[in-house]
């Protein structure tokens, strides 16, 4: 399997909550290694713009807001097919419905405060990994 590159997002419900350590962990003991991180509070703008696909959907508006409403830590991760292995890792997006063990099952709280995000395919991945870092970053 080839390596690859995914963006993960600790979004601001975990940021709040403190478990931004916890998840740390949880990406170490799964072995991806943390090419970049940082702590950002998007703008409504920005957090739009990230979401541009969900524009039609009718938890657009929620989903930005939450997405700007706090601290929020994006990092790129690397590991063999690390896109799907992060989605994995994180479980289903509704917590109800995630896999035990799942970043999502144990510490999301409802479909839209789920704790994480992960790319879900190579071209998504491109774009979120450049919407947070500048390729000086990326080395
Ligand atoms: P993901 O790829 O598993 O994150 O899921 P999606 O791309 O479908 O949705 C993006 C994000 O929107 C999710 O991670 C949730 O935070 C939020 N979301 C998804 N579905 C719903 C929903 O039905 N209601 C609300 N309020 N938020 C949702």
Known sequence: MAVER???IIKPDAVKRGLT???LSRIHAAKFQIVAIKSVQLSRTEAEGFYA???ERPFFGELVEFMSSGKSVPMVLE???AIAKWRETM???DPAKAASGTIRKELGTSIQFNCT???DA???AAFEISYFFAGSELS
């Open 91 to 93: 479980g289903a997006t």
């Open 122 to 124: 190579p071209q998504t």
């Open 53 to 55: 696909v969900h524009r």
């Open 6 to 8: 995914t963006l993960a």
């Open 79 to 81: 590991a063999e097919g």
């Open 21 to 23: 350590g916890d998840i």
């Open 117 to 119: 995000h992960g790319s």
